[in-house]
């Protein structure tokens, strides 16, 4: 059974930092491109970062550049993927969620993605 489970998420004032981690298992993800991506109220999920197999390669939206950091920990079972936030901002508010994508290098494209986690809220306070 696949399960992507993301921890984390929380309310933080702005200029602050989270770090979200999200466990994967039930397939061999270490073999996987692993992305994140977020959804506001009222807006469209957005790709946010992601990364090849190895983590190696990593990808980031504009909006995010400079601030925010994926990593991997590959074990033999489980895949954890991580997200560094820092100087998070009010308009970074929104439900992040944890995907992985059946190929061994990410997407920014949400559709190129096969699993997905349940989402962690972010809120961040002005």
């Known amino acids: 059974q696949v399960q992507l489970v993301e921890s984390g998420g929380g309310l933080v004032q702005a200029g602050g930092s989270l770090r979200l981690s999200c466990t994967a298992s039930?397939?061999?993800?270490?073999?996987?491109?692993m992305g994140w991506f977020r959804q506001a109220p009222g807006k469209e999920r957005e790709f946010v970062a992601g990364?090849?197999?190895?983590?190696?390669?990593?990808?980031?939206a504009d909006s995010v550049k400079g601030r925010f950091a994926i990593s991997r920990d590959n074990a033999k079972n489980t895949v954890t993927v991580y997200l560094q936030m820092n100087s998070l901002k009010p308009e970074d508010t929104a439900v992040y969620y944890c995907?992985?994508?059946?190929?061994?290098?990410?997407?920014?494209?949400?559709?190129?993605?096969?699993?997905w986690g349940q989402g962690t809220q972010v809120t961040v306070s002005s």
């Open positions: 995907a992985g994508r059946p190929d061994s290098y990410g997407s920014s494209v949400p559709s190129e993605y096969a699993w």
């Open positions: 039930g397939r061999i993800f270490s073999r996987y491109g």
């Open positions: 990364n090849n197999w190895s983590g190696s390669s990593t990808y980031y």
